[in-house]
């Protein structure tokens, strides 16, 4: 994965043809995000092992996206600081378009941009997250080895998946996720 230079991963907004851009949370932005995540995950998204994850450790709000298509809020995604094996990383999501949305490239955006502007910090070197290989492995993600990396609960070992600029990370990070660890 190529990693944009930090100027670029720092701009406020990414924008794209179609009128879809990327730009940071703000505090007008909390309800749709509560919104948002309970219509794409429902009542049950509580009792996920990622959302325990986030419940463990919080989110970097400087790491939080909304999308917009036309000025209309769209999307959202979270960042959280973590750590495997020592190794500092984050974990990505969640992940969540409007349903009159979907199909518009706002997801995938938010994915790339708010992973390259993480990367870019050289405080981590990857992106965990939980999801869809046919989703997440075109835009750079790899599979993990099954069950090296250990989440307070159970997840599905072929969902984890693993964004990093170094070569092979995705197959050797192992251990049980923890709290971020300070350069």
């Known amino acids: 994965m190529i990693v944009p230079d930090a100027a670029s991963a720092v701009a406020e907004s990414h924008i794209v043809p179609n009128s879809l851009i990327v730009r940071p949370v703000d505090a007008d932005d909390e309800a749709f995000v509560e919104d948002l995540q ?34 209309t809020r769209c999307g959202s995604v979270w960042m959280t600081p973590i750590s495997v094996g020592g190794v500092n990383g984050y974990l990505l999501g969640p992940l969540a378009t409007h349903p009159d949305f979907r199909k518009r490239g706002a997801g995938k955006l938010l994915a790339r941009e708010v992973s390259a502007r993480a990367l870019a910090r050289g405080q981590g070197r990857f992106v965990l997250l939980v999801g869809d290989q046919d989703y997440y492995c075109p835009l750079g993600w790899e599979t993990t080895t099954q069950g090296a990396i250990q989440f307070p609960g159970p997840v599905d070992p072929t969902r984890v998946l693993l964004l990093s600029p170094e070569t092979g990370l995705s197959k050797s990070l192992s251990g049980p996720i923890a709290s971020y660890q300070a350069d």
């Open 38 to 71: 309970a219509l794409a995950f429902g009542p049950g998204r509580f009792s996920r092992t990622a959302f325990r994850v986030r419940e463990q450790f919080p989110i970097d709000p400087s790491l939080s996206m909304i999308a917009e298509v036309n000025g």
